[in-house]
């Protein structure tokens, strides 16, 4: 994959525990462009590589800006950022992808963002607003102060659309998204991104209510309900070449094939970017990620090689 070098032109506080990184890319050639919802993989150092929403101005193809939580116990990634990185250091990235893309021309859309889920949504917002489309953005934090770009969002031209919930238990903040979700609009759009727990009780309250492809979200980190589920070995054949390989009960797909000196792509190894993602043959996976959707999951199609499993005893890959 083709890296992108960039110079970290500003830091700044956008809350507490959250730092916004705008990346420079010097010289003749322009970073690529991308729509609202896209991310970048980041490689942090360490052989760190964390994915993070893109939050700037699309149209400057000079400039990227993600925002970090810094995430405690960290994985690495938030930790590297928060302590090592400095304004004028370089870092690598990968070209920008989009997972979760915005319908543009829905009559409505309805964003829905807590903590750190606010990078994909405001980018959204600030092309709907610029499009001149209907939606409400509303942002769940835990406090005034967990609240990441609040000025950019009082003062950006739609603070009209913007309503802020901060500092609401669990129980009140599903309270919230029932009644905000309790009336469907016809081909509207809802968009969800936040911690696992505010994105498992958005689904719940949108499900049922909003049609299935009227809600659209963006995972952060993998369901544990997924990852923590008990696993069994099985076998991978792989078409191209015919080879069948066994995978252990504690191993992946993708580490077998990193073992087997088999080139596969990925990025998160966690189920939740999607870069692993392969088409499927044969067999019939067990799915572990949080990255696909469910018409993508019970077509059997497709499968995130570095979580998910066979259900049954093997599956085929087109590798
Ligand atoms: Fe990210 Fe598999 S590597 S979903």
């Known amino acids: 994959m083709t890296l992108i070098n960039v110079q970290v032109e500003k830091i700044t506080q956008e809350a507490e525990g959250i730092r916004s990184f705008l990346l420079a890319k010097k010289g003749l050639l322009k970073i690529p462009r991308y729509t609202p919802g896209a991310h970048i993989d980041v490689h942090c150092g360490e052989g760190i590589i964390r994915q993070y929403s893109l939050c700037g101005d699309p149209a400057d193809r000079r400039h990227l800006m993600i925002a ?41 859309s309805v964003l829905l963002a807590a903590g750190i889920g606010i990078t994909p949504i405001i980018a959204m917002a600030d092309r709907l607003h610029l499009l001149g489309r209907s939606f409400a953005l509303h942002y769940f934090a835990r406090a005034r102060e967990h609240t990441a770009f609040r000025r950019r969002l009082a003062q950006g031209g739609y603070a009209d659309h913007v309503t802020f919930h901060e ?54 980190a993998a369901k544990p309900a997924l990852t923590g589920a008990p696993t069994k070995p099985f076998s991978v054949k792989l078409a191209r070449s015919g080879v069948t390989l066994d995978v252990g009960a504690d191993e992946t797909i993708l580490e077998v094939l990193e073992a087997h000196e088999i080139d596969a ?41 570095c979580v998910s499993r066979a259900a049954d005893d093997h599956v085929v890959l087109d590798l």
């Open 265 to 305: 792509a990925f990025s998160c190894e966690q189920g939740v970017c999607g870069t692993c993602v392969t088409d499927v043959l044969g067999g019939t996976p067990d799915h572990r990620d949080s990255f696909l959707s469910a018409s993508q999951r019970s077509s059997g199609r497709l499968m995130c090689i």
């Open 68 to 108: 970090v939580r810094q995430v405690d116990p960290s994985r690495g990634g938030s930790a590297l950022m928060h302590r090592a990185v400095q304004e004028g250091d370089r870092l690598e990235i990968g070209a920008p992808r989009n997972n979760f893309p915005l319908n543009e021309t829905a009559p409505h």
């Open 167 to 220: 500092g609401l238990d669990a129980a009140a903040v599903g309270q919230a998204l029932d009644a905000l979700l309790a009336q469907p609009v016809e081909n509207g759009q809802v968009y969800i991104c936040g911690p696992g727990p505010f994105m498992d009780r958005a689904e719940a309250a949108a499900q049922g209510r909003w049609p299935r492809n009227a809600i659209n979200q963006e995972r952060f």
